[in-house]
């Protein structure tokens, strides 16, 4: 893979482990700056600690912020705007799949917060930056989960049903329809959007469930290292370089499930996740 990310500006949710940890380690050998955004500052700071040590670039940040709060995104947002002028690539990682539902400080469930909300909140409060600094990319994270995924507008914060892993194929399929539409929206400002489907991989997702599961997952799941490969592809490779409004998976475009390509749905989760992150 050739790339030079020297002088480009990378910003990573969910960077302190998993396969957040391990993009951000790898545009950080790419000569990126990387801005490493999480939530628990101990665990920020190392991760912080072994990018610069593995990657001898002395050019990372840490970023604190709980995407289950829309002000805590608010507040990430204008602080990096106040730090930096420019952005080059967004990738938008971090997820929770709470066992049970969970709500946030303000009432929201967490899943549908986290997986798909902070996306969509924190991309538009960037957007002004990353058209600033053309070319620029964004990077959503998704899964290939989205495909058993029951879209229910009257069921997106698990008001009448709950399953764990369902409501999580769930906010991956939101995230593919948030890429579509956005793709759309931001056609010829010099922003690509791309998502992508990593793979069963080893991280902490699972932390919430059984110790069998967690167990399955360990053994079975792919390294991060692996996981990560195709979101450090579409944040850094030339050969994507204009390519937009695309699904990834097993490391090749390819077709998302036919119902991501509803346009009438697209535009409605777009003014519904708009009315639900300006009233946040």
């Known amino acids: 893979m050739s790339s030079d990310l020297a002088g480009k500006i990378c910003l990573i949710t969910g960077a302190s482990s998993g396969i957040g940890f391990a993009t951000a380690l790898e545009l950080a050998k790419m000569g990126a700056t990387v801005v490493l955004v ?6 920020g700071e190392k991760a912080k600690a072994e990018i610069l040590q593995v990657s001898e670039n002395t050019n990372a940040e840490l970023m604190l912020c709980d995407l289950s709060s829309p002000k805590q995104i608010r507040s990430l947002a204008a602080e990096y705007k106040s730090r930096h002028g420019r952005l ?3 990738v938008n990682d971090a997820a929770v799949v709470p066992a049970k539902r969970t709500l946030t400080e303000d009432g ?3 899943q549908f917060t986290v997986n798909h ?3 969509f909140l924190l991309t538009n409060l960037l957007l002004d930056t990353l058209i600033a600094s053309p070319p620029s990319r964004i990077v959503n994270v998704t899964s290939g989960m989205h495909k058993i995924a029951a879209l229910d507008f009257n069921n997106l914060q698990g008001e ?4 764990a892993m369902k409501h999580y194929s769930l906010t991956k399929l939101l995230n593919i ?3 579509y539409e956005l793709a759309r929206r931001i056609e010829g400002t010099g922003v690509t959007v791309n998502c992508l ?3 069963f991989t080893a991280t902490g997702l699972g932390r919430d469930f059984s110790a069998f599961s967690r167990f399955v997952m360990k053994t079975m799941g792919k390294k991060k ?3 990560a490969r195709t979101v450090v592809y579409l944040a850094s490779s030339p050969d994507v370089a204009t390519l937009t409004g695309k699904y990834f998976e097993k490391g090749k475009e390819s077709r998302s499930s036919d119902e991501t390509h509803n346009l009438e749905i697209a535009r409605r989760l777009w003014d519904l996740s708009e009315k639900m992150t300006r009233s946040a």
């Open 88 to 90: 080059h690539v967004l």
């Open 117 to 119: 909300l902070a996306y």
């Open 38 to 43: 999480c939530r628990d500052r101990e665990r």
């Open 225 to 227: 290292e692996e996981g």
């Open 177 to 179: 329809f948030f890429t």
């Open 197 to 199: 489907a990593p793979g």
């Open 160 to 163: 009448k049903t709950y399953k």
């Open 108 to 110: 929201l469930e967490m």
